[in-house]
């Protein structure tokens, strides 16, 4: 079993004493769902070696027998494995959680003695302790903060083997949605060397003044070595063609054990901002040069854009207006739960982004760094959330984390302290949320700093008074009334809409749980997808908003309860395939294509005679609608409530005819052939649809 387990870390022993290493820890290890009844501590013998630093017991100990736990791969997420169960919480999508374990082994060679070793994992739901070799290196109070944690005097070289243990409690709950179970986010081993860059320990945000564009570079070293060291710190900047565009370097010396930082200020001359449109990236490489030798390196990706938020009007971008047009999302995905592959992740940004999505609010929580960097190279504004309203140690140390891993992202426009929290428009909420937003300001003084609410607004003591920004949360018939009140605060909406939809379904059925997805439903606090748009988009003062949801989400199966497991909120479905909202969305935002899109279906058998209704969702100025040929009807677009006729059902096609000059050419369409004879339509269903559509749930 030993030589099986160092067969697994192979790749691991292949370290070298140069440049770093982030080596990945995803794949191999041993999982056990259920915790480990340990027998209690009798005699003074036992009690006195258990208080011994290295004396674990059960899966903690480091020779502990898992030969018969299952193997697994990270990310992992046993909870969305198992069975859905009535008795379980429904906001957490009916499903059972509890306690599991993790264990892994790898070996090190021997010249890795003396560099400095870091175990990083990215997320463990929910609370949970991690130990090497037996010794407890970390316990840890959130299911979405990652850490780094420096294992150097923990571990063993040459032939011996080191053993990870983790414990993840998610019998703990964070939020009232779905939020999975285990190691869900990568795990790695970094190698560097005694002196090295600090993990998250650049910072590289360029800023713009009088007229001149400078990137300040703050760059933190530690130093594990036994005595003082002396690097020289090499920075360069890269545009996105690959060209060299500023270069710097200033000596560093770092004490033994020590810390140390290094400042230097780099000039770029017109750079290419970063905008959704043209999300151009430069690279921030930062080298520690010991003589020749380099010892460790750093790159990064920034961008260069000015970011304002005004209180008359609106959200400003590189100087130009801009109206966030954007969705919340959790990050939960069919079939796998939490534990979401990168590749899911690009899938679903895409998917948004093509709908006319610029920003998007990771709600309500830190999303993965991999997803922060998709946004960055996407062109998608991100509102960076935080879960827990708290400045005591721990919590305050979330926080941290957080802006210090994400400040240098172009993409990120706005910290969010909170969300929907009782204690919003009380003294103790002004109390917490202005020493949260003092710590945020400590390591980011860039950006504007926001929180989500849904009550206080107006109580005398609140916590949108230390805001930058105040969000606000469906309260739409305050949107005037507190604009009038405070003239100078900058707002938006944080979270709106909340309407219902079955993709695929166009009559609403409530005993089968089933919504029309026509856009006439909405929970009692939200608004219907038009509507809601169109309360923000005819007031200037108001910068954006967020819908709720750009995707649908396990847990919280609002307004129905078992057996949906899931909600019926999301613009895409579990999948990420359109709903009609899509479409919706589609016609208010996309202002550089006309689109048109019908909907429902047109099969309804039976139905012969009986008017059916008909949604066109389109941006273009006027349409005509006609069956087999002949017009039903036609007339202009509302800019926000669209079209929509009463079509007596035949068999047939059903087609809508765009009546007015477009702004560009389709593919196909010659540069002689009239706009107007654009079409498209809506087909009968073919066979098997309902079957098919009950697969891709």
């Not at 959200?315 to 079939?335: C, M, R, S, T, Y």
């Amino acid at each position: 079993m030993l030589k099986q387990r160092i067969l697994i870390l192979a790749l691991l022993a292949c370290g070298h004493a140069g440049a770093g290493e982030r080596l990945s820890l995803d794949a191999g290890w041993r999982f056990l769902q259920g915790d480990v009844a340990l027998p209690a501590i009798q005699g003074h013998g036992a009690s006195y070696l258990s208080a011994q630093t290295g004396q674990a017991h059960g899966p903690a100990q480091a020779d502990y027998d898992d030969s018969d736990w299952r193997r697994v791969d990270l990310p992992h997420d046993w909870a969305v494995e198992g069975p859905y169960d009535a008795a379980q919480n429904k906001s957490q999508g009916y499903r059972p959680r509890g306690i599991g374990w993790y264990r892994r082994y790898f070996t090190l060679p021997a010249s890795d003695r003396g560099r400095h070793l870091e175990l990083q994992l990215d997320a463990v739901a929910t609370h949970s302790t991690v130990w090497v070799n037996g010794i407890v290196v970390n316990r840890n109070w959130s299911g979405y903060n990652g850490r780094a944690l420096d294992i150097t005097p923990y571990v063993r070289y040459g032939d011996e083997v080191n053993t990870i243990a983790v414990r993840a409690d998610a019998e703990v709950m964070e939020g009232w949605w779905y939020e999975g179970a285990g190691i869900y986010r990568h795990t790695w081993l970094v190698k560097r060397d005694a002196l090295h860059i600090a993990t998250d320990g650049v910072h590289a945000n360029p800023v713009l003044k009088d007229g001149r564009w400078t990137l300040p570079v703050t760059v933190q070293l530690e130093s594990s070595a036994e005595a003082p060291r002396k690097a020289v710190l090499d920075v360069r900047v890269v545009d996105p063609a690959g060209a060299e565009v500023a270069h710097g370097s200033v000596p560093v010396r770092v004490d033994a054990l020590g810390k140390a930082s290094a400042q230097l200020a780099l000039a770029v001359r017109d750079p290419k901002l970063w905008s959704p449109g043209h999300p151009d990236l430069y690279r921030v490489r930062t080298t520690l040069r010991d003589g020749a030798a380099e010892i460790d390196s750093n790159e990064l990706r920034t961008g260069f854009r000015t970011i304002r938020f005004d209180a008359a009007r609106g959200f400003f971008l590189n100087g130009e207006p801009v109206k966030l047009q954007g969705v919340a999302i959790h990050q939960d995905h069919a079939g796998v739960g939490v534990a979401v592959p990168d590749s899911i992740w690009e899938f679903r940004l895409r998917q948004l982004k093509a709908m006319g999505v610029n920003a998007i609010r990771f709600a309500h929580n830190a999303p993965a760094a991999e997803v922060v960097d998709l946004a960055d190279r996407l062109g998608l504004m991100v509102m960076d959330e935080n879960r827990n309203f708290n400045p005591s140690a721990d919590y305050l140390g979330q926080l941290r984390w957080l802006v210090q891993r994400d400040r240098n992202h172009p993409s990120v426009i706005l910290w969010s302290i909170f969300n929907e929290e009782q204690l919003q428009g009380s003294e103790t909420g002004y109390q917490i949320a202005r020493r949260m937003v003092a710590a945020v300001k400590e390591l980011d003084p860039t950006r504007p700093v926001t929180a989500a609410m849904n009550a206080g607004l107006f109580a005398d003591r609140n916590a949108a008074q230390a805001l930058d920004v105040a969000g606000i949360n469906y309260q739409v018939w305050e949107y005037d009334r507190f604009h009038k009140t405070f003239p100078d605060k900058p707002v938006f909406s944080s979270e709106d809409t909340s309407a219902f939809m079955s993709r695929g379904e166009y009559t609403t059925d409530w005993n089968r749980h089933l919504v029309a997805s026509l856009d006439d439903d909405a929970a009692g606090w939200g608004q219907t997808q038009r509507r809601s748009w169109k309360l923000i988009d005819e007031r200037p003062f108001l910068a954006g908003g967020f819908v709720w949801t750009g995707i649908d989400y396990r847990g919280e199966p609002t307004p129905h309860e078992w057996p949906s497991a899931s909600s019926f909120f999301g613009i895409l479905d579990l999948c990420g395939f359109p709903k009609t909202a899509f479409y919706i969305r589609q016609a208010l935002w996309r202002k550089d294509i006309t689109m048109v899109k019908l909907a429902p279906h047109w099969t309804w058998p039976g139905r012969e005679g009986q008017p059916v209704k008909v949604l066109v969702a389109s941006n273009a100025p006027r349409v005509r609608l006609l069956l087999n040929g002949a017009v039903i009807g036609e007339r202009d677009v509302d800019p926000y409530d669209m079209a929509t006729f009463e079509a007596p059902y035949a068999p047939g096609r059903l087609r809508r005819w765009r009546c007015a000059p477009a702004p560009r050419l389709w593919p196909r369409q010659r540069a002689d052939t009239p706009a107007a004879c654009w079409c498209s339509r809506a087909r009968p269903r073919r066979a098997g649809w309902r079957r098919r559509r009950r697969e891709s749930r």
